[in-house]
């Protein structure tokens, strides 16, 4: 099979691993790295291969691209994703896809009215130990699900590591809420209904570092999503996404170290789920880097014609509950996440 030719637009921190997990494949080939900082670009084109560039617009021009993957920062998104999709060549997008709600919209409608292809690389549900839930589920080990737990809280200091972080006005539902909301869509369907509440907690900050969002699913299931950046815990979980589900035969919890204990009425019964590390990782990171390699493998099964999962169809609805929950958080009320923004 011919290999898909892709460049990639933002040569910042996230693209030393994007772009090796891309090259773990061999049915791609890189061609190209911009920035608009050059020498950036340049340091990368130095690590993996292509040619650099400090305008896009050029990197278009010169090269005969498959698809880009664009790793800029989030107001740059659909900018960079109208001249992609402009010039009939595929996107793949840095979630989350847009700034608003509004913005996203019109980054999923300019791909499809050119005709191209878009995806999210949202990575956190390609995850080994959530999928592994995910399998439980569908194997029906508790039985049907009926009320779900998904908490991402830590004290991890994330502002003195990308202290731009705390500039922005709308932060943790943004940033954090982006892969907690996509991870409750992904085991328990979509969203009816949603109450979220906001606060917060650090006083240097201009955004939010606390937000819980309790949802009524359209199976009628319940899921409570929680995210902190201020919750001194007993045991720091940072970067895990615990999960807590309860069916009518028992439940499954996600731990700590991958662990998964489901109890029914025979007993509880526990496996750790492994990961996979790469060279190129952060072994400190092999589960979130290890699920970007996943994440890239179905994103190249839809860039081939076949069926992925983060589509740009997709992950709007995952952008729509971020706003849904915002516009719940700031005006003190349910929100039909249905009707929200259409």
């Known amino acids: ?5 892709f460049g990639v637009i ?20 890189l061609v190209a790295v911009c920035d608009q900082d050059l020498k950036r670009a340049q340091s990368a084109t130095d690590r993996f291969g292509g040619n650099a560039y400090g305008d896009a617009r050029k990197m ?10 664009i790793i800029t920062n989030v107001e740059s998104h659909l900018a960079f994703a109208k001249l992609v999709a402009e010039n ?44 592994e ?26 502002f003195d590591n990308q202290p731009h972080l705390g500039l922005i006005d709308r932060f ?19 969203v009816d209904t949603l109450y979220c509440q906001i606060q917060r907690v650090n006083e240097g900050i201009q955004g939010e570092d606390v937000a819980n969002a309790l949802m009524k699913m359209e199976s009628g299931a319940h ?14 979980a940072f970067p895990e996404t615990l999960v807590f589900l309860e069916g009518d035969q028992g439940s499954i919890a996600l731990l700590h170290d991958r662990t998964i204990k489901i109890s029914t009425s025979a007993g509880t019964t526990t496996q750790q789920v492994p990961v996979k590390s790469y060279p190129w990782a952060d072994p400190d990171y092999d589960l979130i880097h290890s699920s970007i ?29 971020v706003w849904a929950a915002y516009h719940s958080a700031e005006n003190n009320r349910l929100v039909n996440v249905k009707d929200f923004g259409r």
């Open 10 to 29: 933002g040569a910042g921190f996230w693209s030393q691993f994007q772009i090796p997990g891309w090259l773990e494949s061999d049915q791609v080939e």
């Open 88 to 131: 009939g060549v595929q996107v793949v997008c840095q979630k989350p896809l847009a700034d608003s709600l509004a913005a996203a919209t019109e980054l999923v409608d300019t791909c499809q009215h050119h005709g191209v292809r878009l995806f999210a690389n949202e990575n956190f549900r390609w995850q080994a130990p959530l999928r």
């Open 172 to 190: 943790i539902m943004t940033d954090i809420g982006s892969h907690i909301f996509d991870i409750c869509r992904f085991l328990m369907g979509e």
């Open 223 to 236: 899921c409570l999503a929680e995210m902190s950046y201020a919750s001194i815990l007993e045991r720091e």
């Open 1 to 5: 099979m011919k290999k898909l030719r």
């Open 293 to 321: 390699v996943e994440t890239q493998k179905d994103i190249l099964r839809g860039l081939q014609g076949g069926q992925a999962e983060t589509t740009g169809g997709d992950n709007l609805e995952t952008v729509r509950l």
């Open 133 to 158: 839930v995910k399998r439980l589920m569908t194997d029906q080990a508790v039985g049907a699900i009926f009320k779900a737990r998904v908490s991402f809280c830590s004290a991890f200091p994330v």
């Open 60 to 69: 278009i021009a010169n090269e005969k691209l498959d698809f880009v993957d």
